[in-house]
């Protein structure tokens, strides 16, 4: 079993927007970092730069107006962590240990994933998603926008992005071939890869391949906003 090292969170009085609670601990590369968020900004990045890599970090945040919520609370869950934050909190940082997979699960506010190691899946109820990794992520919203900007080339089987009221734009790394399906009820579609689409009122689809295709897909839904699939050229 991979090893997990917990420890306590410390609860402060809050007079300022910062931390009132923090939780520190260990986890493995290849582990799942669970956070289950209520109403709060969720904030994930990599660990700070000099700092040990397999550390995780959570601090919850309030306003300084802000009755204290009770403390998140973890657990251990299966090869890694879960954290439960059910309350109501301006924002969330977290700090995502290197090569360790990120599921965030929010009830209301935007959720922000930047420049992790390991893979992602998001699912947003009330809030905007932004996620930049140079792995591969799923995302599922379902009243915000979804922007996925994605460096792996290869992932297992199919990822899945969507949202109910809002726009989806994903950003693909140029190389990866894959098939394709793009569909919105009520909006528009639009991709660099030079695909062709079909539309039907106000419903608009797209069935492809991109460089050939293959076995992975990509499918990309809304109901009522438009889709941006767009072609990630390698840095010079």
């Avoid at 300022?16 to 969720?42: F, H, M, N, Q």
């Avoid at 954290?83 to 209301?108: E, K, T």
């Avoid at 926008?145 to 693909?172: C, K, Y």
């Amino acid at each position: 079993m991979k090893r997990v090292l917990l420890l306590l969170f410390l609860v402060v009085a809050c007079s300022s927007p910062k931390p009132y609670a923090t939780r520190v601990g260990l986890l493995k590369p290849g582990s799942t970092l669970t956070i289950r968020a209520g109403t709060a900004v969720v904030n994930a990045y990599k660990p700070i730069a000099g700092g040990p890599q397999d550390r995780y970090t959570i601090s919850a945040m309030v306003s300084p107006k802000q009755a204290m919520p009770p403390a998140p609370i973890g657990r251990v869950a299966g090869s890694g962590l879960e954290i439960l934050a059910p309350g109501s909190m301006q924002s969330l940082l977290v700090r995502v240990p290197d090569g360790v997979n990120l599921i965030v699960d929010s009830q209301r506010g935007n959720v922000n994933v930047t420049d992790i190691t390991g893979n992602v899946r998001v699912t947003a109820r009330h809030g905007d998603v932004d996620v930049k990794i140079p792995g591969y992520a799923q995302v599922a919203a379902g009243d915000g926008n979804v922007s996925v900007m994605m460096g792996a080339a290869q992932w297992p089987g199919t990822l899945h992005f969507s949202t109910q009221r809002g726009d989806v734009e994903v950003w693909l790394v140029a190389k990866a071939a894959c098939t394709v399906h793009l569909h919105t009820a009520d909006g528009v579609l639009f991709t660099d890869f030079g695909l062709r689409g079909v539309a039907n009122g106000s419903a608009e689809t797209i069935d492809g391949v991109v460089n050939g295709g293959s076995q992975q897909r990509i499918d990309v839904e809304t109901a009522g906003g438009a889709i941006r699939l767009l072609r990630l050229q390698p840095q010079p």
